[in-house]
T-cell receptor, first 110, second 113 residues
Framework: GQNIDQPTEMTATEGAIVQINCTYQ??????LFWYQQHAGEAPTFLSY????GLEEKGRFSSFLSRSKGYSYLLLKELQMKDSASYLC???????????FGQGTTLQVKP | DVKVTQSSRYLVKRTGEKVFLECVQD?????MFWYRQDPGLGLRLIYF???????EKGDIPEGYSVSREKKERFSLILESASTNQTSMYLC????????????FGPGTRLTVT
């Protein structure tokens, strides 16, 4: 079957670093996406990893280990505006469909 | 920039009414999707379409139908709205099959009373 797991909630302090984990089981592998969704808004694309390793994009980085079925999103120098849900998603073979995790709600506190 | 628009941000309908939710994308994307999002359940795929007049059931198609007469437009239809269809509905599009980023519309918050 296909399954994506991520923690439901996390809390972190402004200026700190937080790591949001995601484990996945999919039939075939076509990469892994991370989306950010602020309350009441649509998800927006953050990153896409298809090869193992860390990809950095400003304050946000995403890591992938295909052998372990594991990814994480790393947020540095946290800001209050980073309070949002972070969705991990994997393509379902070649159908164009994405399988989404339930999302991790991150609360950044002063 | 890709733009995905949805016909309404907020909608209130009565039980038994027929409801149309419209979605339009302006980047000539092949794939279009309809999701609903509920607290604790995440994003669930209702239907998707990979070409004009083509449609595929997602994970929760019961009570819904779709229409794609033109490439840029994908409509979600609730034939007879029920209170358990109160939800946030999100439309998305992607360029073509495979691992393409999906672009989301702003969402329609539907309340069925």
């Amino acid at each position: 079957g296909q399954n994506i797991d991520q923690p439901t909630e996390m809390t972190a302090t402004e200026g700190a670093i937080v790591q949001i984990n995601c484990t996945y089981q999919t039939s075939g592998f076509n990469g892994l996406f991370w989306y950010q969704q602020h309350a009441g808004e649509a998800p927006t694309f953050l990153s896409y990893n298809v090869l193992d390793g860390l990809e950095e994009k400003g304050r946000f980085s995403s890591f992938l280990s295909r052998s372990k079925g594991y990814s994480y999103l790393l947020l540095k120098e946290l800001q209050m505006k980073d309070s949002a849900s972070y969705l991990c998603a994997a393509p379902s073979s070649n159908t164009g469909k994405l399988i989404f995790g339930q999302g991790t709600t991150l609360q950044v506190k002063p | 920039d890709v733009k995905v628009t949805q016909s309404s941000r907020y909608l209130v309908k009565r039980t038994g009414e027929k409801v149309f939710l419209e979605c339009v994308q302006d980047m000539d994307h092949e794939n279009m999707f309809w999701y609903r999002q509920d607290p604790g359940l995440g994003l669930r795929l209702i239907y998707f379409s990979y070409d004009v007049k083509m449609k595929e059931k997602g994970d929760i198609p019961e009570g819904y139908s779709v229409s794609r007469e033109k490439k840029e437009r994908f409509s979600l239809i609730l034939e007879s709205a029920s209170t358990n269809q109160t939800s946030m509905y999100l439309c998305a599009s992607s360029l073509n099959s495979g691992a393409d980023e999906q672009y989301f519309g702003p969402g329609t918050r539907l309340t069925v009373t």
